[in-house]
Antibody, heavy 117, light 110 residues
């Protein structure tokens, strides 16, 4: 059974960089589309983007200028970096496995990130 | 405002059937067969219920089914159970920039 686990700071200061890592177990990051999705408190889901092994990243246009994703096959992990954060970036961040990049069959439990000074 | 439109809430009694709609455009739901549905319990990660409009992953009850007509997709739950009470989200591939878009979610009360 594939399992995903997010890790990273729960509090980030405005204008700084949010960095999260997702560790995958029970499967390899060398297949599928490894995806980040976020959910502001009390709101709906927002697709942030994906990184496939050996392929091109694809980011939400509304976040593209601030987002970078990377993949570490030696650790079976993938990461999210979001810079110049504001309070609007406060959300639960989920990592997920994308199938055909259009639907997500395995998810991490989510990690709450608060942007505040 | 979410890219896909869902009703904020629906309700039903145990044993009944309900349908949740998800309306988009010809650039997403209407133009492609890539509609998915997720169930989310409070404080939990979403769970995939339906993919590619009407396919169920292994292990998902056949009480859940999906369909699409024009720019609107639907999730139907038959034989409602109290444990079906949750938030439900639709998602779709979109050709107009944001690769995957979601609905605002529907709260189901049983």
């Amino acid at each position: 059974q594939v399992q995903l686990q997010e890790s990273g700071p729960g509090l980030v200061k405005p204008s700084e960089t949010l960095s999260l890592t997702c560790t995958v177990s029970g499967g390899s990051v060398t297949t599928y589309y490894w995806t980040w999705i976020r959910q502001p408190p009390g709101k709906g889901l927002e697709w942030i983007g994906y990184i496939p092994y050996g392929g091109s990243t694809n980011y939400n246009p509304s976040l593209r200028s601030r987002v970078t994703m990377s993949l570490d096959t030696s650790k079976n992990q993938f990461s999210l970096s979001l810079n110049f954060v504001t309070a609007a970036d406060t959300a639960v961040y989920f990592c997920a496995r994308g199938v055909g990049a259009t639907h997500f069959d395995f998810w991490g439990q989510g990690t709450m990130v608060t942007v505040s000074s | 405002q979410s890219a896909l439109t869902q009703p904020a809430s629906v309700s039903g009694s145990p044993g009944q059937s309900i349908t949740i709609s998800c309306t988009g455009t010809s650039s997403d739901i209407g133009g492609y067969h890539y509609v998915s549905w997720y169930q989310q319990d409070p404080g939990k990660a979403p769970k995939l219920l339906i993919f590619d409009v009407n396919n169920r992953p292994s292990g998902v009850s056949d009480r859940f089914s999906g369909s699409k007509s024009g720019n609107t997709a639907s999730l139907t739950i038959t034989g409602l159970q109290t444990e079906d009470e949750a938030d439900y989200y639709c998602g779709s591939y979109s050709s107009s920039g944001t690769y995957v878009i979601f609905g605002g979610g529907t709260k189901l009360t049983v």
